[in-house]
């Protein structure tokens, strides 16, 4: 009965459930590129052909598989110009390279007496793409290594047991940072560890100074409030909290309404701050290097910082974790270009930072920041646009002058 019902499930496909993506692409014109002809691996074709249950189509799976199987079996090999060798020294869990060269050494590594020293994740990044040639460290010939080339070879199995393993533990890196750094690095970004190249100054919000001296124009403010009635009144402790009176605007009405205490985030907290904890902590800091020169000896601050977060093992974060991740963050308020753009200003906020989930292998990117809603009122951008009739105003909504009358001097058509 199942094997029924699965034939006519296959028979009518849903039109909403075909997705291209889905489809197994046709490798079968791999077969023609031997590895004795041409020694790179030609790019995947389209699929030619829709699924069914028939043996000609099995038979082409498997001859597309067999030819995908040896097109990957033939041997990479380095191309002498370009062939650099990197020593791994697995007591600090980090390659040297002698002589660095090429474009990939000005966004990686760190510059040292003897050459340049790569992290775990970015040995491991270069040896994926076949850049860099790694070799197991020869105990007591370490300079004939350096001059001849000596030492075992490091598989790309090795390089994976050598730098994965339990994140913090012997100075290995996790999977999950691992891939969040490698679809980061193949993306197009600088990634360094947090702290490497960029150390952060993580200051304080810039205190609002509501106190002192009023001045000569607060001083008249003072005097013509009080007998004009502008003075904002305080919010009374029973009865209605917009009681009769003369309001002069819908300022003053919103802000007697504002009774809930809100978060500031240009006042600086009092109590000190707690360190973050893991995984809730910087992980990496993301640099673009689509319009400025990128240079590893004065990169400048971040455009991205990034936490890796493994949701097989983390839940979801509590308000002391996240408070404590974004003071950690320096502090970056909006600039003035996004003062006239609400929702990129609350994006932005003050201090921010990414979280990437990683879903066994599936990294979703999530973007958290110290907002300050209550710095954004609403209410003074439409109380302002309140327009009345009379001199030089534009009219109301009757007739050709509004229900000011002619509508006068102004844009109206009078």
Not at 38 to 53: I, Q, S, T, V, Y
Request: proline share 7%; charged share 25%; net charge neutral.
């Amino acid at each position: 009965m199942a094997d029924a019902d699965e034939d006519r499930i296959s028979a009518h496909p849903a039109a909403e459930d075909d997705d291209p993506s889905d489809e197994l692409p046709d490798y079968g014109f791999l077969a023609s590129h031997t590895p004795t002809e041409d020694p790179l691996l030609p790019r995947r074709g389209a699929k030619d052909f829709e699924p069914n249950p028939t043996q000609h189509q099995t038979t082409l799976l498997s001859q597309s598989r067999a030819a995908m199987h040896n097109a990957l079996s033939h041997t990479r090999t380095h191309i002498p110009k370009s062939h650099l060798v990197g020593y791994w020294e697995p007591t600090m869990r980090r390659c040297r390279v002698p002589s660095p060269r090429g474009q990939h050494f000005r966004t990686m590594g760190r510059a040292g007496r003897d050459g340049t020293w790569l992290n775990g994740e970015e040995m491991l990044y270069l040896l994926e793409r076949g850049s860099l040639d790694v070799r197991w460290p020869v105990f007591g010939g370490e300079e004939e290594e350096e001059e001849e080339g000596e030492g075992v070879v490091m598989g790309l199995q090795g390089g994976y047991a050598a730098v994965l393993g339990e994140e913090g533990v012997d100075g290995r890196v996790g999977l999950e940072e691992w891939v969040v750094y490698a679809g980061l690095r193949r993306a197009g970004f600088a990634v360094f560890r947090a702290g490497d190249i960029y150390r952060e100054d993580v200051a304080v919000g810039a205190v609002s100074v509501r106190g002192g001296g009023v001045g000569i124009v607060g001083l008249f403010a003072q005097i013509f409030g009080g007998l004009f009635g502008w003075r904002e009144r305080a919010a009374p402790l029973e009865g209605p909290l917009v009681g009769k009176g003369v309001y002069r605007s819908y300022n003053d009405i919103y802000k007697r309404l504002a009774i809930i205490p809100w978060h500031d985030p240009n006042t600086p907290s009092i109590e000190s701050p707690t360190p973050p904890e893991a995984p809730f902590k910087t992980t990496y800091h993301v640099w673009k290097l689509s319009s400025v020169t990128f240079r590893k000896s004065n990169p400048g601050p971040p455009d991205f910082r990034v936490a890796v977060v493994n949701t097989r093992t983390t839940s979801v974060p509590t308000l002391e974790q996240m408070s404590a991740l974004l003071e950690s963050m320096p502090f970056d308020p909006p600039t003035e270009k996004m003062e006239k753009h609400i929702y990129q200003k609350l994006k932005h906020g003050y201090r921010n930072v990414i979280l990437a989930i990683v879903d066994q292998g599936v990294v979703s990117y999530l973007r958290v920041s110290d907002a300050g809603f209550g710095n954004v009122k609403l209410y003074e951008r439409f109380s302002g646009n309140v327009t009345h009739g009379g001199k030089g105003g534009r009219g109301g909504r009757g007739g050709r002058g509004g229900r000011g009358g002619r509508g006068g001097r102004g844009r109206g058509k009078g």
